[in-house]
């Protein structure tokens, strides 16, 4: 028995020394090889590329690549003599230890200058504080959670809206048609399912809505299985608000505007926060009761700006997909990195984080994104990361998703309509 | 007032669609004692039945009635007789039979999946004329497609009901129910009145799904939504009682329409089983009380 026990421990310790060396010896290999070619920028990549979100993952994989191959066909770094990008992905399991242990690799083993991800806030929050800890620039294109760029962190930054943003920008809508119209909305009526999502923004909603004089009358979660939503309906009928918001999945969203329709439930405007009403199926089952129905989203393709239509097309042509708003910024994503790396003419991570803080981009493919400016703020976020709201209307015909607001953002010739016109008096 | 009377209107109409999906279910329930864990895939096959007749050849939903009932039944019939007999007939003598509680929760995966196959997971709705269309009394609002569900399950409900109590196959039926070993006795072929229940309960299970399509959305997962509602309103009701069914179906609506308007729909959902378990505690056997009719 002991005897076996020893063998063993040698066995252990013997392949422990073989690891170790492999380890070493590999790094030094690694190292020599980064030396030569240091006409390229290593760029990790921290995504979900297997399991349930992988589909996703793998949009913003595609994405990214596409980018990156325009980039460098076009000539690559030229403050760097032409250095190309060099994307190295990790596989993060849409587990936030494993995203932590992955950037944490990309640094160590990789050295990468900078990492980009994860899609999931969840993986994001861990791995950006691994970054920081080891001072790499970090930069999330689409992960909402607040906190992300709320910890004092300096490395970290964030290109796509805060999650608390949707309710300022619905309520900033709502407060603009107002002012617009003459039709004010004094009272709201808060509709939403009642899981995390919808109670965390119906919370946000509460915050905001005392800024802008508007009293919730009306504050009902709702069990999104329910077969049956017309109690809330006649609910919302009863509470007379004069706007209703919404959070919901595809099938209660679906029995909401087909019941809201049965009912008649006159409000100056609906709107929705990109959930079942952003589902193209929603609008397939709910047809015209849809009509004049806002929602608020991050990305359309039909917005205005420049070269929107034509990298949807390639997008579609070369991977087959409808290109979503997370692939819209992880494209954008690459473009600053491709800025940000152009003014630090370094590939040493303080020289890059200088960079970053001081990026004014308002031209170029990175402005797929629907924002103004692309700028950084102390914290890391991009404060101009503004969404869009969004009405069914009928488009020769057919009714559609039309950009309305904010103008800035509009579909050529479209304004929001304000109020939508009593169930009564449509055709 | 006015409000309440919505509320009161509209969760009686919604109560006796509930009921009916209940009916079918307490009706395998008292004849066989089999609990029925497909019962939802039915109201799922009857749905997508009604709404591919409407959207291939134009039948309006209620008159595909007369075709999706026999189809039903038919199908019914059939998974009786070919699926659930055989092991029914293997546990006759044992003292606890789960292997036709098994077969049906293993039916029920396999139907939803095999749609979910065949159709995708898809939301679908049929535009009919009337959906959507309201009648107004007063101020209060009648969904028409819904008051036309309603009355067809009152005068289904009743029709099945003098059914068991009048005609002689209905009388046989109920004997299987009271005792199917006497009921063997006096020459009635169990089997056989096991094969037309299970028809009859499917045919009315897939009547439900017909009629919720002019103003429900069909899906794969969608007869589901409503299969947990039936099992409570078959306990409320009483295991196997028809009035039963129908009763506790209204007062699901009632509660669910009623009650939402005075707390959030999140707590009407939490007073429905709070409900249901505190009858199965108090009353096991249903809380109005019918005797036992099979």
């Given at each position: 028995?002991f005897?076996?026990?020893t063998?063993?421990?040698w066995?252990k310790l013997?392949?422990?020394?073989?690891?170790?060396s492999?380890?070493l010896?590999?790094?030094?290999v690694?190292?020599?090889?980064?030396?030569?070619?240091?006409?390229e920028?290593?760029i990790?990549?921290v995504?979900p590329?297997s399991?349930?979100?992988?589909?996703?993952?793998?949009?913003?994989q595609y994405?990214r690549?596409?980018a990156?191959?325009?980039?460098n066909?076009?000539?690559?770094?030229?403050?760097?003599?032409?250095?190309?990008?060099k994307?190295?992905?990790?596989d993060?399991?849409?587990?936030?230890?494993?995203g932590?242990?992955e950037?944490?690799?990309?640094?160590?083993?990789?050295?990468?200058?900078?990492?980009t991800?994860?899609?999931?806030s969840?993986?994001?929050?861990?791995?950006?504080?691994?970054?920081?800890?080891y001072?790499?620039?970090?930069?999330?294109?689409?992960?909402?959670?607040?906190?992300?760029?709320?910890?004092?962190?300096?490395?970290?930054?964030r290109?796509?809206?805060?999650?608390?943003?949707?309710g300022?920008?619905q309520?900033?809508f709502?407060?603009?048609?107002?002012k617009?119209?003459g039709?004010h909305?004094?009272?709201?009526?808060?509709i939403?399912?009642n899981?995390?999502?919808g109670?965390?923004?119906?919370?946000?909603?509460?915050?905001e809505?005392?800024?802008?004089?508007?009293?919730?009358?009306?504050?009902?979660?709702?069990?999104h299985?329910?077969?049956?939503?017309?109690?809330?309906?006649i609910?919302?009928?009863?509470?007379?608000?004069?706007?209703?918001?919404?959070?919901?999945y595809v099938?209660?969203?679906i029995?909401?505007?087909n019941?809201?329709a049965?009912m008649?439930?006159?409000?100056?405007?609906f709107?929705?926060?990109?959930g079942?009403?952003a589902d193209?199926?929603w609008?397939?089952?709910?047809?015209?009761?849809?009509?004049?129905?806002?929602?608020?989203?991050?990305?359309e393709t039909?917005?205005?700006?420049?070269?929107?239509?034509?990298?949807?097309?390639?997008?579609?042509?070369k991977?087959?997909?409808?290109m979503?708003a997370?692939?819209v910024?992880?494209?954008?994503?690459?473009?600053?990195?491709?800025?940000?790396?152009?003014?630090a003419?370094?590939t040493?991570?303080e020289?890059?984080?200088?960079a970053?803080?001081k990026?004014?981009?308002?031209?170029?493919?990175a402005?797929l994104?629907p924002?103004?400016?692309?700028?950084?703020?102390?914290?890391?976020q991009?404060?101009?990361?503004n969404?869009?709201?969004?009405?069914?209307?009928?488009?020769?015909g057919k009714?559609e998703r039309?950009?309305?607001?904010?103008s800035?953002?509009?579909?050529?010739?479209?304004?929001?309509?304000?109020?939508?016109?009593?169930w009564e008096?449509?055709? | 007032?006015?409000?309440?009377?919505?509320?009161?209107?509209s969760?009686?109409?919604?109560?006796?669609v509930?009921?009916l999906t209940?009916?079918?279910?307490?009706?395998?329930?008292?004849?066989m004692?089999?609990i029925?864990?497909a019962?939802?895939?039915?109201?799922?096959i009857?749905?997508?039945?009604?709404?591919?007749?409407?959207?291939?050849?134009?039948?309006?939903?209620?008159?595909?009635?007369i075709?999706?009932v026999p189809?039903c039944?038919?199908?019914?019939?059939?998974v009786?007789?070919?699926?659930?007999?055989p092991?029914?007939?293997?546990?006759?003598g044992?003292?606890?039979?789960i292997?036709?509680?098994m077969?049906?929760?293993?039916?029920?995966i396999?139907?939803?999946n095999?749609a979910?196959?065949?159709?995708?997971?898809f939301y679908?709705?049929?535009?009919?004329?009337?959906?959507?269309?309201?009648?107004r009394?007063g101020?209060i609002?009648v969904s028409?497609?819904?008051?036309?569900?309603?009355?067809?399950?009152?005068?289904?409900?009743y029709i099945?009901?003098?059914?068991?109590?009048?005609?002689k196959?209905g009388?046989?039926i109920?004997?299987t129910?009271?005792?199917?070993?006497t009921?063997?006795?006096?020459?009635?072929?169990?089997?056989?009145?096991?094969n037309?229940?299970?028809?009859?309960?499917?045919a009315?299970?897939?009547?439900?799904?017909a009629?919720?399509?002019?103003?429900y959305?069909?899906?794969?997962?969608?007869?589901?939504v409503?299969?947990?509602?039936?099992f409570?309103?078959v306990?409320?009701?009483?295991l196997?009682?028809i009035?039963?069914?129908?009763?506790g179906g209204?007062?699901?609506?009632?509660?669910e329409?009623?009650?939402?308007q005075y707390?959030?729909?999140?707590?009407?959902?939490?007073?429905?089983?709070?409900?249901?378990?505190?009858?199965?505690?108090?009353?096991?056997?249903?809380?109005?009380?019918f005797?036992?009719?099979?």
């Open positions: 028995m005897h076996y026990k063998k063993s421990s066995k013997i392949a422990f020394t073989t690891i170790v492999f380890i010896i590999s790094s030094f690694g190292g020599a090889i980064g030396a030569e070619t240091a006409k920028v290593k990790g990549n995504l590329l399991g349930d979100v992988a589909p996703i993952g793998k949009i913003g994405a690549k596409m990156v191959e325009e980039i066909a076009a000539g690559g770094i030229k403050s760097l003599g032409g250095a190309k990008l994307m190295v992905y990790a993060s399991r849409s587990d936030s230890k494993v932590a242990t950037t944490e690799r990309l640094i160590f083993r990789e050295k990468v200058s900078i990492i991800g994860c899609y999931q969840g993986v994001t929050y861990p791995s950006t504080a691994v970054a920081e800890r001072k790499t620039p970090f930069f999330v294109p689409v992960s909402v959670m607040d906190k992300i760029t709320e910890r004092g962190f300096k490395y970290t930054f290109l796509a809206a805060k999650a608390s943003w949707w300022r920008d309520f900033a709502i407060d603009e048609m107002g617009k119209t039709k909305a004094e009272t709201a009526a808060l939403y399912e899981t995390d999502w109670q965390s923004t119906a919370e946000g909603w509460k915050e809505a005392p800024k802008y004089g508007i009293e919730i009358v009306l504050d009902e979660p709702y069990p299985t329910a077969p049956d939503l017309t109690p809330v309906i609910k919302l009928k009863k509470s007379e608000a004069d706007v209703a918001l919404f959070v919901s099938a209660d969203a029995l909401l505007a019941t809201i049965e008649k439930v006159d409000t100056l405007a709107i929705s926060s990109a079942g009403q193209p199926q609008l397939l089952n709910t047809g015209k009761n849809a009509r004049y129905m806002f929602d608020i989203a991050e990305w039909d917005l205005g700006s420049p070269g929107t239509k034509e990298t949807a097309e390639k997008f579609y042509k991977y087959g997909l409808v979503p997370e692939a910024n992880a494209y954008a994503s690459m473009y600053v990195i491709a800025d940000v790396l152009e003014r003419a370094s040493d991570p020289k890059i984080r200088e970053f803080t990026t004014h981009i308002t031209t170029g493919p402005m994104v924002y103004d400016v692309i700028s950084f703020d102390e914290s890391g991009n404060p101009n990361a969404l869009v709201m969004t009405q069914v209307r009928e488009v020769n009714l039309v950009s309305v607001w904010p800035t953002a509009a579909r050529k010739g479209w304004q929001p309509i304000w109020p939508m016109p009593k008096e449509r055709k | 007032m006015e409000i309440v009377m919505q509320a009161v209107i969760g009686l109409l919604m109560g006796a509930y009921g209940a009916l079918g279910l307490t009706l395998i329930f008292g004849i004692k089999v029925n864990w019962h939802g895939s039915f109201i799922m009857g749905m997508f039945a009604g709404y591919w007749l409407w959207a291939l050849t134009g039948i309006d939903p209620y008159l595909g009635l075709i999706v189809f039944f038919v199908l019914g019939y059939f009786q007789d070919i699926l659930i007999k092991v029914f007939k293997s546990e006759v044992v003292r606890e039979p292997g036709v509680l077969l049906t929760a293993g039916l029920w396999f139907l939803d095999f979910l196959l065949l159709f995708g997971a679908r709705t049929a535009r009919t004329s009337y959906t959507g269309l309201t009648y009394i101020e609002l028409a497609p819904r008051l036309y569900a309603f009355l067809i399950t009152i005068g289904s409900a099945l009901y003098v059914f068991l109590k009048k005609t196959l009388r046989a109920r004997a129910g009271q005792d199917r070993d009921a063997s006795l006096m020459g009635i072929d169990i089997y056989h009145i096991y037309i229940s299970f028809g009859i309960a499917i009315i299970t897939g009547m439900v799904g009629l919720l399509v002019p103003f959305y069909v899906h794969p997962s969608a007869g589901f409503f299969d947990i509602r039936a409570i309103i306990v409320l009701g009483g196997g009682s009035p039963g069914a129908i009763l209204l007062l699901i609506g009632l509660i329409s009623v009650g939402a707390m959030t729909a999140t707590w009407t959902q939490g007073i429905i089983f709070g409900v249901f378990l505190a009858v199965l505690y108090i009353r096991p056997s249903g809380m109005f009380g005797k036992q009719e099979w």
